[in-house]
């Protein structure tokens, strides 16, 4: 198979070409910008484009199919150039989706823990040395790639995004894959400049939900009135399988799980996480994995990148930096690190980088999520308001928004950086949360100047 991607330097366009081509496919690609770590893993396969830019010459009859990346636009000039000649155009969805039809597919949707859900599965099936193909969003310990595929693994593990598939197929992600298991974690409205209402953005989870195959599962979270009131409501030919917190203690710092009157050390912790953690569960259970075996191989999950990640620690202090920037992250993520160290100072700084938690509409969505912090510090960068043409506004309108008079606003990672590197964090943890990268602030050496 010859296979063309435009766009291939995006996250997940990259680990497809990747995976394509560790599978025997015959892989070209173009972009018109390519960051790092993808311009030097696309290297490492030699699959990396031999210059930046589009090139419609790439594009010829003799392509078996072009993949087509969300970060290209409709008019493409190599886009419009396969248009041209009938050649089948994919999005990577469709083309994930292409490359499973035969096996069974594992799909985890919901508007958080997706990465957290599927990364907990993927250790747990490693460890029970089982075959299986998958999709994640996160680089993961253990695992080279972000997506796996081979010709004989019975079962697709994909994490299922609600975001838009392609430039020209408007469908979520999640809505391409028809699962047979499928996973909705909650809702909390997101994605505000394609899903206007939230309404309209639960409608494309219980669109998801509709797409599960006959006689399959649904999995969901029965602590979301918002999910638990959809699930109720609808009409499938599915098993459906709620799930709730499991039994917990927390000591010294330690969260440990308790179930059939055994206890299990973990290395994650956090509501949200033992939440994750019984969704997970459930999925191997359907896939031939016994609890008592799930919670022995769980013990030994560190976490996905930027999930609680450790960025450096001591005796009294730790730093970590999240992947939390909508709402519903927030909330349980500062209360996550409050609880499991509840005699520590927690330091919350947000960067608020996404087009959703930017608008000045929904950033009233965020009234109350930092409260639980004992320092609050709000990031935007200037940049990020002119790359996104969105018109800046002032501290005041932030503070008001995050319903917080105490909170810290900052508009230039300079200052940001300075404010930081002259914190004491002694008996305190420093909680760095960001889908971006606050404006280029090097966390670790912020680390070794804090411990």
């Known amino acids: 198979m010859r296979v063309h991607f435009i766009a291939i330097g ?22 018109d910008v390519l960051f790092e770590p993808s311009a030097s893993r696309l290297g490492k396969y030699d699959i990396l484009p031999a210059q930046e830019g589009w090139y419609p010459e790439k594009i ?9 990346g969300m970060h290209a636009r409709i008019d493409n000039p190599e886009l419009l150039k396969a248009q041209e000649l009938g050649i089948k155009i994919y999005s990577y969805p469709d083309y994930i989706y292409e490359q499973s039809k035969d096996k069974l597919r594992v799909v985890i949707g919901g508007s958080h823990g997706k990465t957290t859900i599927t990364s907990m599965i993927l250790h747990v099936l490693q460890e029970a040395d089982k075959k299986f193909d998958y999709l994640v969003g996160a680089q993961l310990e253990g695992f080279e790639t972000m997506v796996g595929l081979t010709h004989d693994a019975p079962v697709m593990i994909i994490e299922g995004d609600e975001y838009l598939a392609s430039p020209i197929d408007r469908r979520p992600k999640f809505h391409i894959y028809k699962a047979d298991i499928g996973v909705i974690s909650g809702i909390a409205w ?43 409501g609808l009409d499938i030919d599915v098993e459906k399988l709620p ?12 969260t440990s799980v308790i179930t059939d009157g055994k206890s299990y050390e973990l290395e994650v912790f956090g509501q949200h996480n033992l939440l994750n953690m019984q969704a997970a569960r459930l999925v191997c259970e359907g ?10 191989y769980i013990t030994t999950f560190k976490g996905a990148a930027r999930r609680l990640e450790v960025v450096g ?14 709402p519903s992250k927030l909330t349980a993520t500062i209360e996550a690190v409050k609880a499991q160290f509840p005699n520590r100072q927690l330091i919350a700084c947000i960067e608020l ?10 950033l009233n969505e965020y009234a109350g999520t930092m409260n639980h912090a004992d320092k609050a510090i709000v990031f935007i960068d200037r940049k990020t308001f002119e790359q996104k043409k969105i018109e800046p506004y002032p501290a005041e309108a932030v503070k008001n928004a995050f319903a917080n008079d105490n909170l810290l606003f900052f508009n230039e990672p300079v200052e940001l950086l300075k404010y930081l590197a002259a914190l004491d964090i002694t008996n305190s943890n420093l909680l760095m949360m960001s889908s971006g990268n606050f404006g280029g602030i090097n966390l670790v050496g912020l680390k070794n100047n804090l411990l």
């Not at 996404?354 to 929904?362: A, G, I, Q």
């Open 10 to 31: 995006g996250s997940a366009m990259h680990n497809l070409a990747i995976a394509l081509h560790k599978k025997g496919f015959n892989v070209t690609g173009s972009d």
């Open 60 to 68: 010829t009859t003799e392509l078996d199919a072009v993949i087509l």
């Open 190 to 232: 997101d994605h505000i400049n394609v899903f206007p209402t939230f309404d309209n953005y639960i409608d494309q989870f219980k669109i998801f939900a509709e797409t599960i195959q006959p006689n399959g599962k649904l999995i969901y979270s029965a602590t979301d009135e918002v999910l638990n009131a959809m699930v109720a």
């Open 243 to 254: 799930y709730s917190l499991p039994g917990y203690t927390i000591e010294n710092g330690i």
């Open 287 to 296: 896939l031939g994995i016994s609890s008592a075996d799930f919670y022995q």
């Open 313 to 326: 620690k001591n005796d009294n202090a730790t730093i970590f930096k999240d992947f939390a920037h909508s």
């Open 353 to 362: 980088h996404t087009f959703s938690s930017l608008n000045k509409d929904f």
